[in-house]
């Protein structure tokens, strides 16, 4: 896991004063590489990270899910250019949920917005249900408060995810 370089990504040390280290290591940025190892290596450290002060082994199952989908997007869309870039993840628990902040500097959005989520539909039923297409779906369903912005280069996605069954 490496940390970023507050100037190439612009603002992306923590503010960590008055925090126990354990806190402060929670608010640390994730930084990976957009490809398959790094989506496995971030969903690693979040588990890592909040694992121990979750109140039961599976609390952090759905926030795997989302944020597994979230990375994968982003290492399949907005990177798909053969570009290798950076995923620059913020997680911080806030009471039951846990606040996600996604960045990264790959292609913007279709149109500049969030995709619908609409689930695929089954043109041909003698092939069988759709393999892909239900990543928003997920996402849309399991987080809260989603937002997209894209700055300067940067696109950036923030989203709660619920740490216990609501």
Known sequence: M???DPMRGGGLTPSNAGQSPADADAALPIVVDANPMGVRSALAEMRARFAPTAPGPDMLGMAETV???VLNNVVE???RRGGNGPIELRLERCGGRLKVDVRDYGDP???GVLPS???PTCEDAEDGPPEGGFGWF???A???DLSYTRENGQNRLRFFVPLADA
Do not use: V
Request: hydrophobic share 50%; no cysteine; charged share 20%.
């Open 67 to 69: 944020l597994a989908e």
């Open 142 to 144: 399991l987080a809260r």
């Open 2 to 4: 490496t940390h970023p």
């Open 77 to 79: 869309h907005a990177y």
């Open 109 to 111: 959005m279709p149109d």
């Open 138 to 140: 997920l996402i849309r």
């Open 117 to 119: 989520g609409a689930l």
